[in-house]
């Protein structure tokens, strides 16, 4: 069952894999989701697989502000990360700071903060 507008505690977040799990693989699926249907899914499968998989959300913000957003922390050298797809590093910088774009856009509806 989906979780929609969990309520959300930016406190909570802070041990964000015990608390919100489930809205977090709800954000990530819903973003690669979206991503493979408008680009190439062979960079989408690979940005999704090498990159984001050691990527972070962060939810950045007062404990007491409800404007705060999300961020994703990427690993270092994203680029040098992938393997087994061809692709200029201007194009995958493109395709990626979309996904993380979507990502966080889907932290903000699972936790209803949109």
């Known amino acids: 069952m989906a979780h929609t507008n969990t309520e959300f505690d930016p406190e909570a977040f802070e041990d964000k894999y015990a608390n919100y799990f489930p809205e977090l693989q709800q954000a990530y699926k819903n973003a690669f989701n979206r991503m493979n249907d408008q680009y190439d899914s062979e ?45 200029d590093r201007d194009r995958f910088e493109e395709v990626l700071e979309i996904h993380i774009g979507e990502i966080e856009t889907e932290l903000e509806r699972v936790f209803g903060l949109a």
Do not use: C, K, M
């Open 43 to 87: 960079l989408v499968h690979a940005i999704d697989q090498q990159v984001l998989n050691e990527s972070e959300p962060f939810y950045v913000g007062d404990e007491d502000d409800a404007d705060g957003e999300f961020r994703i922390e990427l690993p270092e050298n994203p680029y040098d990360r992938l393997t087994g797809v061809v692709v």
